[in-house]
């Protein structure tokens, strides 16, 4: 399973890594140098929150300007904040892009808005099936892609 | 900090956000046809999962093994500026299930690629959408050498209700993809639309 997920992985090329620094004993297949909940210190879920969606959306508040010169946040919750606001992105996506588990991200998110550095997006609650009138939207926009 | 402070000027665009899962065997396709219609090449997420005891997940002879890796595919496609659409392919084994109850929540929908080849592989992601009141199309890839059956012999090998659509489709092609997602939003439509009634009398 991990050996497929490896084989499959988009975006996780690292051109030019492995003839820059020849004499790494490790490489992508060892997995991550730090471990991925090392970023988190060790949390594994934001204290009482709702669990982000996949889709809810990060976007980040005015407060946000400059994230890097808040010395309490790491760099992976500065790279948070650029990406989003280049254009506000879902848990999913940010996972993906930075190459990290969602539950990671999950954690660094919750920071940020613990911060009030960004705000998220609520998705349709669950249980709940959106408007119909958005369901007709999707309809008609699927329709003219 | 290398971002461009002039694109912070205006708000960002706070889009409406929907999911519609892929679902079905292993190898049937259900990365192809997210990236048939998807506007980023299918992006890949992780869950790395460490609880101890997570049924059926055979350790023996990997026993130092304490964390899996469960790898989900997804794309997005934007309709609007304001409402995105991503599409999850769920993953295969059934062993992640409990996977799916997260990715399933708030779900406009799903579609469950099925092979006729190994149509049994479907009944597992069919149950588990009927069970839920998920609305769902059934989407038969056509498989190029794969023998074809009439549509009407497929419903009845997968007993599916009569209101449940069954498309043929070819997952690479990206129009017939985009049929599949539209038959799968209509059939959302009725159901919502047969909800809100129900709720008005």
């Keep these: 399973m991990s050996d497929a997920a490896e084989r499959g992985r988009p975006g996780r090329e690292n051109p030019g890594r492995a003839t820059a620094v020849p004499h790494h004993w490790y490489d992508d297949e060892a997995g991550p140098v730090v471990r991925p909940y090392a970023m988190t210190r060790g949390r594994t879920s934001a204290a009482g929150r709702h669990r982000l969606d996949l889709i809810a959306v990060v976007v980040p508040e005015p407060a946000a300007d400059d994230p890097g010169r808040d010395q309490s946040l790491s760099p992976e919750h500065v790279e948070i904040v650029e990406r989003c606001s280049e254009q506000p992105q879902s848990i999913a996506e940010l996972a993906a892009g930075l190459d990290l588990p969602v539950?990671?991200?999950?954690?660094?998110?919750?920071?940020?808005v613990d911060e009030e550095l960004v705000h998220v997006t609520r998705p349709v609650p669950p249980a709940q099936l959106p408007d119909v009138s958005i369901l007709r939207e999707v309809i008609n926009g699927l329709r003219a892609l | 900090m290398a971002f461009g402070r002039s694109s912070r000027k205006?708000?960002?665009?706070?889009?409406?956000?929907?999911?519609?899962l892929v679902a079905g065997g292993f190898g049937v396709g259900k990365t192809t046809l997210v990236g048939a219609v998807s506007e980023i090449r299918p992006l890949r997420t992780e869950e790395v999962l460490t609880e101890a005891g997570r049924p059926v997940d055979d350790l023996h002879g990997v026993e130092a093994k304490t964390t899996t890796t469960v790898a989900m595919d997804f794309g997005r496609i934007t309709l609007r500026e304001d409402l995105v659409l991503y599409l999850f392919g769920t993953p295969g084994q059934d062993r992640f299930w409990f996977l799916w109850d997260e990715l399933a929540q708030g779900a406009l929908g799903a579609v469950v690629l099925a092979d006729t080849r190994r149509l049994e592989d479907s009944f597992a992601a069919i149950d588990y959408f009927e069970r839920r009141g998920i609305p769902f199309t059934v989407a038969v890839n056509c498989f190029e050498g794969a023998r074809?059956?009439?549509?009407?012999?497929?419903r009845a090998a997968l007993d599916l209700d009569p209101e449940v659509e069954l498309v043929l489709c070819d997952a690479r092609d990206r129009?017939?993809?985009?049929?599949?997602?539209?038959?799968?939003?209509?059939?959302?439509?009725?159901?919502?639309d047969r909800a809100h009634a129900?709720?008005?009398t």
């Design chain 2, 175 to 192: 129009e017939s993809v985009k049929s599949v997602l539209v038959a799968v939003v209509e059939h959302a439509l009725v159901l919502a």
């Design chain 2, 198 to 200: 129900s709720a008005a």
């Design chain 1, 103 to 112: 539950g990671v991200v999950r954690v660094l998110v919750g920071d940020l």
């Design chain 2, 10 to 20: 205006k708000t960002p665009v706070e889009p409406v956000t929907l999911k519609i």
């Design chain 2, 148 to 154: 074809r059956y009439p549509v009407e012999t497929v």
